[in-house]
Each structure stands twice: as C-alpha cells, then as structure tokens.
C-alpha cells in the first residue's frame, strides 16, 4: 500500500496548505466565521474521496452527473455531501437528486422547475429509496442560483445578473428546494476581486428578499483569498488540494 499511504500524506499536506491560506485570509479581512470548505474532486478517482474523507473532509463537489453518481454510489459514505457544481441539463435532473445534497449551478428557471420535480418525485419514494440511498441527504435540496460575471453571454456558465432575483424566486416558491444563495466562478483573465464584489452585490439584494439565503459559493484554487475577502461562505477547490487535473479537450 505505499501508493495509497503516500497519496493520503499529499492530500494531507495539500489540505494543510490550503486550510493555512484560509486561515491568513480570513486574518487579513478580519473574518472569523469560517467558509465551507468543498474538495473538488472532478476527473480524481473514488479511492481519493475516500482517503480525503479519512482526512476529514465532508464536502466534496462534482461537475459531472456521470462520473459523480459513479462515485457516489461506489464510495456510500454516510458522513460525505456531494455539492453538485457542473453546467446541468434537466434530463439529469433525477439522477443528480439521487445523491447530491445541493446544486450550485442553478441558471435558469427550466431548472428550477425541473429540480423542484424531482425532489418531489424522490422524497415520494423516499421510503424505498432510504435503504440505498448515499449520504445523509436532507428533505431539502440547496440551490444556488449562479449568476455569470462576465462580460459575453455565455461565459462560464449562469443566470445574467438581471435575470438571478427571478431564479431565486423559483426555487424559494418550490417546496423541496431550499434557497441557499448566489454562486458564481471568476471570469477568466479579469480582477477576481471586481467579480467577487460584484457577486457580493447581488447577493445583498438576495439577503434582502430572502434573508436565510446568504450563502455565497466563490473561490477556487487561484482566487480563494479573494473570494474569502468578498464574504464568500462556500469555497470550490479542486486542484490545490488533489494536484494537476488531466488536460480536458
Ligand atoms: C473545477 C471547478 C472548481 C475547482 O477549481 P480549481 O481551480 O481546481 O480549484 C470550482 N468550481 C467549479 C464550478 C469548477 O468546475
């Protein structure tokens, strides 16, 4: 086992590392409540996740429907919440709630509609579903309506700015859907700092409508100080904590 024993001791150190750079951030704005940290775990293999939640990690996030169910079936960690953080398309939608304890990646109202949906239909069978199901999933289902920060449309994924109060508005309406906040991902090459205030902004105007949907999910490996800086609660790091992951084409 020295493969698997010196991979624990990097995640250890990785983890270390990035937990320290949470740690001066927080002291260099003042902060003393700590974000949440979510280990990114995309394109790393199940025996990570499980090594990352020896270490005591109990968030872990996922873009891929595919690869995240996998996962979460192979590794049914009682302790572990799978943060689904990827573009999703509804007719994934029933699979996603299967396993995920929120989605961060709400941008549009189709979705909304199409989560609400499936979290009726799954808490429905949730007598049947109990016995296999992962995680220690809540009634609820957490939505964060991601709302894009850049300049083009499309840009990395979410909501325009405008159009965020109105997906927010679907999912505080939904029974089975619980309002957590805003989400975003830094444009790239721009100020993250900018973007980040920019988000912060938009999420005032949330908290004022809906005063328990305050979280903020920003920050990445290159940007998390500056996200910590912006009030971000939700940080989404990846590769500084498992390495390089393998070029996507
Ligand atoms: C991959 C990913 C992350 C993690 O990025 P790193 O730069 O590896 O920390 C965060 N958020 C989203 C939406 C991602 O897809």
Not at 47 to 68: F, I, P, T, Y
Not at 148 to 163: F, V
Not at 214 to 239: F, Q
């Amino acid at each position: 086992m020295p493969d698997s024993m010196g991979r624990h001791a990097e995640l250890e150190a990785n983890l270390r590392r990035v937990n320290k750079r949470i740690d001066d951030a927080m002291a260099a704005c003042g902060r003393t409540d700590r974000p949440n940290l979510i280990v990114v775990t995309k394109f790393f293999p199940p025996g990570d996740v499980v090594l990352l939640s020896k270490l005591g990690v109990r968030d872990v996030g996922e873009n891929r429907d595919q690869e995240a169910a996998a996962k979460a079936r192979e590794i049914p960690d009682s302790e572990l919440r799978w943060h689904f953080i990827g573009q999703l398309q509804s007719n994934k939608v029933r699979s996603v709630v299967s396993y995920a304890h929120s989605v961060h990646s709400v941008d549009r109202n189709s979705l909304a509609i199409a989560l609400e949906k499936a979290m009726a239909r799954h808490s429905e069978h949730s007598d049947l579903v109990k016995e296999e199901s992962t995680g220690n999933r809540p009634a609820l289902l957490d939505c964060f309506v991601q709302v894009n920060l850049s300049a083009e449309d499309a840009g990395r994924g979410g909501a325009q700015p405008s159009h965020a109060l109105e997906v927010a508005a679907r999912i505080h309406d939904a029974g089975h859907l619980h309002l957590a906040g805003v989400m975003a991902v830094a444009p790239l090459g721009g100020d993250p700092r900018d973007a980040f205030n920019r988000l912060a902004d938009i999420s005032s105007e949330l908290v004022s409508r809906y005063p328990a949907a305050n979280s903020i999910s920003a920050g990445m490996s290159g940007d998390l100080e500056h996200a910590i800086a912006a009030g971000a609660t939700h940080l989404r790091v990846g590769s500084d904590v498992l390495g390089a992951r393998p070029p996507v084409g």
